[in-house]
């Protein structure tokens, strides 16, 4: 999360990658790699500590950057001609080129010609040699300084109306790729305002308004209809329905209850109602979204490092390569010099490799922001990627595939404690743990009216895998599968037989034990998550045809629930560690696996799989941390859409590369041969900028499989 103390600038005409390198170096001179971060696609630069704003606002600016604090633009409105000033310019500089190029052709001579063409190129390209000198001065040479050498080179052998060509078509292209990149800012920027400002907290027997910085968690929020929640918390009186969509992703607005949880960004639709805070501002589901959405943002597909590590070679080399055109002809064959030095001038323009660098990072955006809109998050667009190439499936059972909301069956006592006794030790137990069966055993006994407030647990135990343990009254008790029975030394034929019996009904059985006695056996059936055999279904139908269950229960209740699902491939009664040796076994069969999983005994897996998803209302916070994907909403069925995502973006990132690479290709032979004009090279290269721009931002409204 941000310090409190960071601040934060918003970077205006930074549009590619080498552009985004000579920000970057720039701050590495004034604060230090360390103290500061910039998001290339929010344009946002956060500083870690305190800095003059001048300073930040002055390096910048002999950078060719324009920068305001964040404060700024809070407190005033850009004006009209701030807000579009690029395309007065570009189309001033139009004008004066378009005049230029007809005073040529009518004969009205060189003095007014080239007053109106060198017009046109000051007008559409200060700003671009403004950029130059300040990537020259970082050591960097950009889109920006090839485009300035071509133009100075152009005037430099009398091609002036060339030169203002390259100038208004470069203009126009930058300004084309701003308006189009700043929709995808716009849709980030609208997953990350859905805070409000203020928090009406009952103190004292009144309401009062403060911000929501300063509730801590205990205190009472009210919340009326219409108004945004703006912390977490828990309903304590009143009840209504709350549009989360910003959350979770969920279309319908869903009903809250006292009990029921409610997250910062919500908008409460109808009733009124109060709830406890649970969690700071800082720390709520809605903060913890915007930090992994911004740190997603900065986290780079590998099929972009790779890109940016073609682009750094490429690069110099095309330079090499015009230097070698311009001088070897001339040199050693006596070929007129102006004819290659212009070979050479185009050759710089496809030097510049903006429509390479920027093909994955748009369109990695464009899909990471549609996934957030939808319900999904997904941390980093090395994980997106890594979706687009899963070949198999592994799906925790319990609060994945079941809904983790059990109902207690059948209570079975087998010595001459009573089942109200069985309930009450049981419950005693499970109430610290965080199983999703624990919650049904809860429930029973409180159905029954089992009563175990006066029983002490001490010395509690979570076995991972097994089940729970403590201290009750100075005696030890263990609860939990038959394994752990078994384990334990408190099982007996006629337990194993009744766990066999409930496990043929497709039951979940627990044994409680006391020392080395055995004292009853629980049957618990979770119902199947109404998504489930859908999602299976629809996975099946994208391809994905390895698809097994792992889980820490029974061998028969697992195989059952498989079964009724279409799932083949069931690994039962694991322990968090076999679940990773099993993850393995299935990387080594089938490459590239995910895994879906939402408790701590998943967490293990989900670190080891290629990709971790984690169910996000169910899930623990371990499994949430280490999971890479995280589903809001807990909605299965939001699966197919997440891989055929992952699948679509893949799809356009390699379009995207062959198009920059094709057209590069082909115009470095255009060029070296004589075929290439420079307005042909600069409108070939904008051209292929502003497609796989608009072909990277298809991503955006993709809507396969919802």
């Given at each position: 999360?941000?310090?409190?103390?960071?601040?934060?600038?918003?970077?205006?005409?930074?549009c590619?990658?080498?552009?985004?390198?000579?920000?970057?170096?720039?701050?590495?001179?004034?604060?230090?790699?360390?103290?500061?971060r910039?998001?290339?696609?929010?344009?946002?630069?956060?500083?870690?500590g305190?800095?003059?704003?001048?300073?930040?606002?002055?390096?910048l600016?002999?950078?060719?950057?324009?920068?305001?604090?964040?404060?700024?633009l809070?407190?005033?409105?850009?004006?009209?001609?701030?807000?579009?000033?690029?395309a007065?310019?570009?189309?001033?500089?139009?004008?004066?080129?378009?005049?230029?190029?007809?005073?040529?052709?009518?004969?009205?001579?060189?003095l007014?010609?080239?007053?109106?063409?060198?017009?046109?190129?000051?007008?559409?390209?200060?700003?671009?040699?403004?950029?130059?000198?300040?990537?020259?001065?970082?050591?960097?040479?950009?889109?920006?300084?090839?485009?300035?050498?071509?133009?100075?080179?152009?005037?430099?052998?009398?091609?002036?109306?060339?030169?203002?060509?390259?100038?208004?078509?470069?203009?126009?292209?930058?300004?084309?790729?701003?308006?189009?990149?700043?929709?995808?800012?716009?849709?980030?920027?609208?997953?990350?305002?859905?805070?409000?400002s203020?928090?009406?907290v009952?103190?004292?027997?009144?309401?009062?308004?403060?911000?929501?910085?300063?509730?801590?968690?205990?205190?009472?929020?009210?919340?009326?209809?219409?108004?945004?929640?703006?912390?977490?918390?828990?309903?304590?009186?009143?009840?209504?329905?709350?549009?989360?969509?910003?959350?979770?992703?969920?279309?319908?607005?869903?009903?809250?209850?006292?009990?029921?949880?409610?997250?910062?960004?919500?908008?409460n639709?109808?009733?009124?109602?109060?709830?406890?805070?649970?969690?700071?501002?800082?720390?709520?589901?809605?903060?913890?979204?915007?930090?992994?959405?911004?740190?997603?943002?900065?986290?780079?597909a590998?099929?972009?490092?790779?890109?940016?590590?073609?682009?750094?070679?490429?690069?110099?080399?095309?330079?090499?390569?015009?230097?070698?055109?311009?001088?070897?002809?001339?040199?050693?064959?006596?070929?007129?010099?102006?004819?290659?030095?212009?070979r050479?001038?185009?050759?710089?323009?496809?030097?510049?490799?903006?429509a390479?660098?920027?093909?994955?990072?748009?369109?990695?955006?464009?899909?990471?922001?549609?996934?957030?809109?939808?319900?999904?998050?997904?941390?980093?667009?090395?994980?997106?990627?890594?979706?687009?190439?899963?070949?198999?499936?592994?799906?925790?059972?319990?609060g994945?595939?079941?809904?983790?909301?059990?109902?207690?069956?059948?209570?079975?006592?087998?010595?001459?404690?009573?089942?109200?006794?069985?309930?009450?030790?049981?419950?005693?137990?499970?109430?610290?743990?965080?199983?999703?069966?624990?919650?049904?055993?809860?429930?029973?006994?409180?159905?029954?009216?089992?009563?175990?407030?006066?029983?002490?647990?001490?010395?509690?135990?979570?076995?991972?895998?097994?089940?729970?343990?403590?201290?009750?009254?100075?005696?030890?008790?263990?609860?939990?599968?038959?394994?752990?029975?078994?384990?334990?030394?408190?099982?007996?034929?006629?337990?194993?037989?009744?766990?066999?019996?409930?496990?043929?009904?497709?039951?979940?059985?627990?044994?409680?034990?006391?020392?080395?006695?055995?004292?009853?056996v629980?049957?618990?059936?979770?119902?199947?998550?109404?998504?489930?055999?859908?999602?299976?279904?629809?996975?099946?139908?994208?391809?994905?045809?390895?698809?097994?269950?792992?889980?820490?229960?029974?061998?028969?209740p697992?195989?059952?629930?498989?079964?009724?699902?279409?799932?083949?491939?069931?690994?039962?009664?694991?322990?968090?560690?076999?679940?990773?040796?099993?993850?393995?076994?299935?990387?080594?069969?089938?490459?590239?696996?995910?895994?879906?999983?939402?408790?701590?005994?998943?967490?293990?897996?989900?670190?080891?799989?290629?990709?971790?998803?984690?169910?996000?209302?169910?899930?623990?916070?371990?499994?949430?941390e280490?999971?890479?994907?995280?589903?809001?909403?807990?909605?299965?069925?939001?699966?197919?859409?997440l891989?055929?995502?992952?699948?679509?973006?893949?799809?356009?990132?390699?379009?995207?590369?062959?198009v920059?690479?094709?057209?590069?290709?082909?115009?470095?032979?255009?060029s070296?041969?004589?075929?290439?004009?420079?307005?042909?090279?600069?409108?070939?290269?904008?051209?292929?900028?502003l497609?796989?721009?608009?072909?990277?931002?298809?991503?955006?409204?993709?809507?396969?499989?919802?």
């Amino acid at each position: 999360m941000r310090s409190s103390h960071a601040q934060v600038f918003f970077v205006s005409g930074v549009c590619c990658s080498t552009e985004e390198t000579v920000v970057r170096k720039t701050m590495d001179a004034l604060v230090g790699p360390r103290m500061y971060r910039f998001n290339p696609v929010t344009c946002e630069l956060t500083i870690d500590g305190a800095v003059e704003d001048e300073r930040v606002l002055r390096g910048l600016r002999l950078a060719g950057f324009n920068a305001r604090n964040r404060r700024e633009l809070k407190e005033e409105e850009p004006s009209f001609l701030v807000r579009h000033a690029d395309a007065l310019w570009t189309g001033s500089a139009a004008l004066l080129a378009l005049f230029g190029i007809l005073a040529e052709r009518v004969g009205a001579g060189d003095l007014v010609s080239h007053v109106l063409l060198l017009g046109a190129i000051a007008t559409g390209g200060w700003r671009i040699a403004r950029k130059a000198l300040g990537a020259l001065r970082a050591r960097t040479f950009d889109m920006n300084v090839l485009m300035t050498i071509a133009v100075l080179g152009a005037l430099a052998i009398g091609k002036w109306s060339e030169g203002a060509a390259v100038i208004v078509l470069f203009s126009v292209a930058l300004m084309l790729e701003s308006y189009s990149t700043l929709r995808t800012r716009r849709a980030i920027r609208s997953l990350m305002a859905v805070s409000p400002s203020q928090a009406s907290v009952l103190r004292h027997g009144r309401e009062v308004l403060v911000p929501p910085a300063e509730v801590a968690p205990g205190e009472t929020l009210v919340i009326r209809p219409g108004e945004r929640v703006s912390l977490d918390g828990v309903v304590t009186s009143g009840g209504s329905h709350m549009n989360q969509s910003a959350i979770t992703g969920e279309s319908s607005p869903v009903r809250k209850s006292p009990g029921d949880t409610v997250f910062a960004g919500s908008i409460n639709e109808r009733g009124a109602l109060q709830m406890r805070v649970t969690a700071r501002y800082e720390e709520t589901t809605l903060a913890r979204i915007v930090h992994m959405v911004e740190e997603a943002q900065n986290s780079r597909a590998p099929v972009q490092g790779s890109v940016d590590r073609f682009a750094r070679v490429y690069t110099p080399a095309v330079l090499g390569l015009a230097v070698l055109v311009a001088v070897l002809p001339p040199l050693f064959t006596g070929a007129p010099f102006a004819e290659w030095f212009y070979r050479a001038l185009v050759l710089l323009v496809i030097a510049c490799p903006c429509a390479l660098v920027i093909s994955t990072p748009v369109t990695v955006v464009s899909a990471l922001t549609n996934a957030a809109r939808c319900g999904i998050l997904i941390k980093g667009g090395k994980h997106l990627e890594t979706v687009g190439t899963v070949t198999a499936v592994a799906f925790d059972k319990t609060g994945t595939l079941t809904e983790g909301r059990a109902r207690v069956t059948d209570v079975i006592p087998v010595n001459t404690m009573k089942r109200g006794e069985v309930l009450a030790i049981v419950s005693a137990l499970e109430e610290q743990s965080e199983h999703p069966l624990a919650g049904a055993v809860v429930a029973e006994a409180l159905r029954q009216d089992a009563r175990w407030s006066h029983l002490h647990v001490e010395h509690f135990e979570a076995i991972p895998g097994r089940g729970v343990g403590g201290v009750i009254a100075g005696v030890q008790y263990r609860l939990g599968n038959h394994e752990l029975a078994e384990e334990e030394g408190y099982t007996s034929p006629e337990v194993g037989e009744y766990v066999r019996q409930l496990s043929a009904e497709g039951k979940t059985a627990i044994v409680l034990g006391r020392g080395r006695e055995p004292l009853a056996v629980v049957g618990l059936r979770d119902g199947i998550r109404p998504q489930s055999r859908g999602t299976i279904g629809a996975l099946g139908g994208l391809g994905l045809r390895h698809i097994s269950m792992l889980t820490g229960d029974q061998e028969r209740p697992a195989r059952h629930l498989a079964a009724d699902l279409g799932i083949e491939e069931v690994h039962a009664g694991l322990l968090p560690g076999q679940k990773v040796t099993v993850i393995a076994d299935l990387q080594r069969r089938h490459g590239s696996v995910a895994m879906v999983g939402d408790g701590i005994n998943d967490a293990p897996a989900l670190a080891a799989a290629s990709v971790g998803i984690a169910m996000g209302v169910s899930g623990t916070d371990a499994a949430l941390e280490t999971s890479d994907i995280v589903l809001m909403s807990d909605d299965l069925g939001k699966l197919p859409f997440l891989f055929a995502l992952g699948r679509k973006t893949m799809r356009i990132i390699r379009e995207n590369i062959a198009v920059a690479l094709g057209l590069k290709i082909l115009f470095l032979l255009l060029s070296v041969s004589g075929h290439a004009t420079l307005w042909m090279a600069v409108l070939a290269d904008d051209g292929a900028a502003l497609l796989v721009i608009f072909n990277g931002l298809r991503a955006l409204s993709f809507k396969d499989h919802i």
